[in-house]
């Protein structure tokens, strides 16, 4: 690129990451209040949960790169035009493809960035939000046991506990199991913790008791020091972790494994995911020649052009709008998804066509007093 041209791409960078980062944190902000209850109901700790915002970076950002891009460049170019700066570069001769060409450069690395996060990074990250979700709907400590609460994580148990340390310790601990041949048995402990021996999760209770009434009405009681209280008959589950649709890599999209019945009934579901994450890149360029139509699209103003800027901002709302609803409507028919591509192409041609629909001519006016000279565009 020559001076002027990155002088242009820089002037257009700047508001790009700005606002890329603004709404990339508006929208952790929101993930995280949506996963606060990793810390609350499920005890999780901080590393948990700040893993899992972590780990949805790559899809928002894959959401948000659009619209900061569009934003951005509205924000850029309007100031660039308005203070004659883009006007100083057509009257130094350079052509309009010259002029918007740092801004469509930035675009397609922008639609280069989504395009690696939606085909590599997003299902990766994905993959470990469920592995770690999954991890924790099965982490026994916050099954069994609810700080202060009367809890039944199983037929005929029963469990409370005054607290819970985050290190996984269990205070004032009491359990009641009915037994199938009427008999019960009641346990109080000082404190606990849950743990694993041989494979198989146990609760080991400490400076407590054991009361059992037997079938006949015999009551036996017994204090312990320390009594291990088998689990592995409580939490037996033949739940599996399941990638969902938005888990999966784009060969296991376009190329599902047909002998698995789920795979077989959502193959029409996994073709237009796949034809998603290829037509998404395309929306950050149709957004960038949109914003470019908005500015460089219609003849000079002193007085702003908040008015082009506002129906050409509408008209990509728009378009967002149908690509998502395209791509709802592909998940019934895969014929339909044509138009997954159609739709920020035609935004493409749209935002060229207005940019090109002009063509810049030059004119002199030498002043006969004075002997200036100026240049006006049209």
């Not at 019945?261 to 395309?282: D, F, I, Y």
Request: with cysteine; aromatic share 10%; hydrophobic share 50%.
């Amino acid at each position: 690129m020559r001076l002027i041209e990155r002088y242009l791409f820089r002037q257009l960078l700047g508001p790009t990451v700005l606002a890329t980062g603004a709404l990339a944190a508006l929208a952790l902000l929101a993930r995280s209040l949506s996963e606060f209850e990793l810390l609350v109901d499920q005890r999780q700790n901080a590393v948990v949960f700040l893993k899992i915002i972590a780990l949805a970076m790559p899809a928002l950002v894959g959401i948000i790169l659009p619209i900061a891009l569009f934003v951005a460049a509205l924000v850029a170019l309007n100031r660039l035009h308005t203070e004659q700066e883009i006007v100083v570069c057509f009257a130094g001769g350079m052509s309009r493809w010259r002029v918007i060409s740092p801004a469509m450069r930035l675009a397609i690395g922008a639609g280069l960035i989504s395009l690696a996060l939606s085909l590599w990074a997003q299902p990766w990250s994905a993959r470990q939000i469920r592995e770690t979700s999954f991890a924790v709907k099965t982490d026994l400590a916050s099954t069994l046991v609810r700080p202060g609460e009367f809890t039944e994580p199983g037929p005929g148990l029963t469990v409370y506990a005054q607290s819970i340390d985050r290190d996984g310790l269990i205070h004032n601990l009491f359990i009641h199991q009915e037994k199938p041949n009427g008999g019960a048995t009641t346990y109080t402990a000082r404190d606990g913790v849950i743990a694993e021996r041989n494979g198989f999760p146990i609760l080991i209770m400490r400076r407590g008791s054991n009361q059992e009434f037997s079938s006949a009405g015999v009551l036996n009681y017994l204090s312990f020091d320390e009594y291990v209280f088998d689990l592995s008959n409580l939490f037996q589950s033949d739940e599996l972790l399941h990638y969902k649709i938005a888990d999966r890599y784009p060969h296991e999209l376009f190329f599902p494994d047909l002998t698995q019945e789920w795979e077989q009934k959502n193959r029409v579901k996994l073709l237009a995911e796949g034809h998603w994450r290829l037509a998404s890149p395309l929306y950050p360029v149709a957004m960038m020649a949109m914003a470019l139509a908005a500015v460089i699209g219609g003849s000079f103003s002193r007085m702003g052009y908040g008015r082009r800027i506002a129906g050409v901002g509408a008209v990509a709302i728009v378009v967002q709008v149908i690509g998502y609803g395209v791509k709802a409507a592909c998940d019934d028919s895969e014929w339909l998804n044509v138009l997954q591509y159609l739709v920020p192409l035609s935004a493409i041609w749209w935002g060229m066509s207005q940019i090109f629909r002009q063509k810049v001519t030059r004119y002199v006016a030498i002043g006969l007093a004075g002997g200036e000279q100026g240049l006006g565009l049209a």
